[in-house]
Nanobody, 124 residues
Framework: QVQLVESGGGLVQAGGSLRLSCAAS????????MAWFRQAPGKEREFVTF????????NYADSVKGRFTISRDNAQDTVFLQMNSLKPEDTAVYYC?????????????????WGQGTQVTVSS
């Protein structure tokens, strides 16, 4: 089992920045990749970014490319999401997720474990 705990959400004005953290515990050695998804009210959960645990390979949704950066600290079993130039449309609950296997990395169904989510609100 893997447990994920997010932190760092909050309220920020448009153009501002926030940094989210996701701390993993348990059988972290079994993690293949970690990702961030987000879900706005009335919308489906959508992919934001992922990072592979060993290689550090990353991928981003087009909507956040150039503004968001995912990184990892394997020694601390923590993944970070640096969000810059935030827009009101970035407002959502942000979820950290972990997968044990390679697969459809952009799909929420690929991920075995999820955090509880952290609210990010961007005001205009």
């Amino acid at each position: 089992q893997v447990q994920l705990v997010e932190s760092g959400g909050g309220l920020v004005q448009a153009g501002g920045s926030l940094r989210l953290s996701c701390a993993a515990s348990g059988r972290t050695f079994s993690i293949y990749a970690m990702a961030w998804f987000r879900q706005a009210p009335g919308k489906e959960r959508e992919f934001v970014t992922f990072i592979k645990r060993n290689s550090g390979t990353t991928n981003y949704a087009d909507s956040v490319k150039g503004r968001f950066t995912i990184s990892r600290d394997n020694a601390q079993d923590t993944v970070f999401l640096q969000m810059n130039s935030l827009k009101p449309e970035d407002t959502a609950v942000y979820y950290c997720a972990a997968t044990l296997n390679f697969g459809s990395m952009f799909s929420a169904r690929q991920y075995n474990y999820w955090g509880q989510g952290t609210q990010v609100t961007v005001s205009s």
